[in-house]
């Protein structure tokens, strides 16, 4: 599948979670050395699984089908939706943990199995279910309803809703190495994978799957639970734990080690993808009564020299690639900063519960640039952005590459207080033909204070007619207005920061115009 099919897959599930509905099914065959086919328990740990991906990368990589009956591969998404887990039979129940896991079956868009094993002190056996694992209660084609057995193809794990006998999913695995958390309260957007691989190449993507998960039991009252993957591709397979801990934010601790079959030049670290349709900077292009569509609305990044950043997203009108150099880089992320009803008017939807995800790098990642992928799309049900960090070194055939990073799944709230930061950026025509005249409005926790200096650059063409002021209304907002006059040129960066004396009081607003 290609990359906006595996995006499409990933954000298909959505529906059937939101109401509480379990998407996937059965064990597939187990792998020699490690859970037992019978279902016997098997020592097992973050060093195991270690062994189990060095040993795939030294055997060509293997692409897995489901057998599945025709009737099922032609579901319709409301008919998958409605094919529920039977939790209230599988193993997971045990130990009466505060989390659910429900676990989501081949069929519709979903081709590829996945292998689901339990871990409960120190041994892992595959996840049991008392009969078939799923409930059809929808005619499904020809396929009779009722309890039916299906393999595999994803998880996710929910927990109580406060005060409330409703249950929330908080993470979800499933498609590729695709995965997404969230706050309380908060629906699923943003998605990330596991690892990135080519991404916007010429010779196409390549999308690397996680092929077994095994979760292990929490214990009774714990807020934490970790999840073991074995990630697997024609470049590489890989080792991964994440550890989970919901709230506000919702945390995932990620620990991974990649073994590669071959050196891979094209290798994205923490990815990220996300929907931008349109805004304020270019509603004019859709035909909508809403005033925003998008999962998320822009690029943050703390680089390595401690410099907030703060890029908008477009929905560009040919493919754009930007990249931002950097020297172990302190976090990134993609952010939904618009976070009121009135900011999209979409009660179906509801955009503006939808989470920011920020990467916090764990240790030192040393030189490479964060990369923005930017697609153009007519769509709000295809991912068309895509952001990862680009290492310098990149992985190489028989040497182990290490990393490790918090994500942070929430509201956008991971600037300092002092700093302002960009709430609105707008663009039109400028005075003379061919101009285009742009407005940035900065917000601060605080009122601003003359005197305040805007500082603004362009890379190509010349700025004109800049003019900071503070709001009239709201002290706390500080507008910018420039003009931009290409000069024959076809792109430009932009640049605008606002400075007290020689210090620094926002983030860094950059913008790319193209003709």
């Excluded at 742009?438 to 009122?447: A, D, G, H, I, L």
Aim: include cysteine; proline fraction near 7%; charged fraction near 20%.
């Amino acid at each position: 599948m290609d990359r906006r099919q595996a995006m499409f897959f990933g954000l298909s599930a959505v529906a059937a979670l939101a109401t509480g509905v379990g998407t996937t099914g059965l064990t597939a065959k187990s792998e020699a050395g490690t859970d037992a086919a019978d279902g016997s328990a098997q020592p097992f740990s973050y060093d195991t699984l270690l062994e189990l991906a060095a040993k795939a990368a030294t055997v060509p990589y293997e692409e897995r089908r489901a057998d599945l009956p025709q009737a099922f591969r032609d579901l319709s998404a409301e008919d998958y939706a409605a094919i529920m887990f039977r939790s209230d039979a599988s193993s997971w129940k045990a130990n009466g943990s505060q989390f659910s896991l429900n676990v989501h079956p081949c069929g519709f868009l979903y081709e590829t199995p996945v292998d689901i094993n339990i871990v409960e002190n120190g041994r892992s056996a595959p996840l049991m279910v008392d009969g078939p694992a799923f409930l059809a209660p929808r005619q499904a084609g020809s396929a009779a309803t009722g309890q039916v057995a299906l393999p595999y193809s994803g998880l996710s794990l929910d927990q109580p809703v406060l005060n409330s006998t409703e249950r929330q999913p908080i993470v979800t695995f499933q498609g590729a190495s695709y995965f997404k958390a969230l706050a309380p309260g908060q629906r699923f957007g943003t998605t990330a994978r596991g690892l990135a691989i080519k991404t916007a190449h010429p010779d196409g993507e390549e999308i690397p799957v996680f092929r077994r998960f095994w979760v292990a039991l929490p214990q009774v009252g714990s807020d934490r639970v970790m999840i073991y993957a074995l990630l697997d591709s024609p470049s590489a397979s890989g080792a991964y734990l994440f550890t989970m801990q919901p709230g506000v934010p919702s945390i995932i601790d990620v620990e991974a080690t990649l073994f590669p079959r071959h050196d891979i030049p094209f290798a994205g670290i923490a990815p990220l993808s996300s929907m931008f349709l349109f805004d304020e900077k270019n509603h004019r292009d859709f035909d909508d009564y809403r005033p925003a569509v998008h999962n998320a609305d822009g690029l943050s990044i703390l680089n390595g020299m401690n410099e907030w950043i703060w890029r908008p997203l477009s929905n560009p009108g040919r493919l754009q690639i930007s990249a931002f150099a950097d020297n172990n880089p302190r976090g990134f992320g993609l952010m939904q900063r618009k976070d009121r009803f009135e900011d999209f008017g979409d009660e179906i939807s509801r955009f503006e519960n939808r989470p920011s995800c920020w990467i916090e790098p764990l240790g030192d990642w040393g030189k490479g640039q964060v990369q923005l992928i930017e697609i153009p799309s007519k769509h709000e049900h295809h991912d068309n952005i895509a952001v990862f960090w680009r290492p310098a070194e990149m992985p190489k055939k028989g040497q182990a590459f290490r990393l490790a990073y918090r994500m942070h799944w929430g509201k956008d709230n991971i600037r300092p207080a002092h700093f302002a930061r960009v709430i609105s950026s707008r663009s039109g025509r400028g005075k003379t033909a061919g101009t285009r005249r742009y407005s940035v409005m900065f917000e601060s926790t605080k009122p601003f204070v003359e005197p305040v200096r805007a500082d603004t650059w362009a890379s190509r063409g010349s700025l004109s007619r800049v003019r900071g002021s503070i709001h009239p209304t709201n002290p706390n907002l500080y507008r910018v207005t420039m003009e931009l006059d290409p000069a024959g040129e076809n792109l430009s960066e932009l640049r605008i920061a606002l400075r007290s004396g020689q210090r620094s009081i926002s983030e860094v607003w950059l913008h790319r115009w193209i003709s």
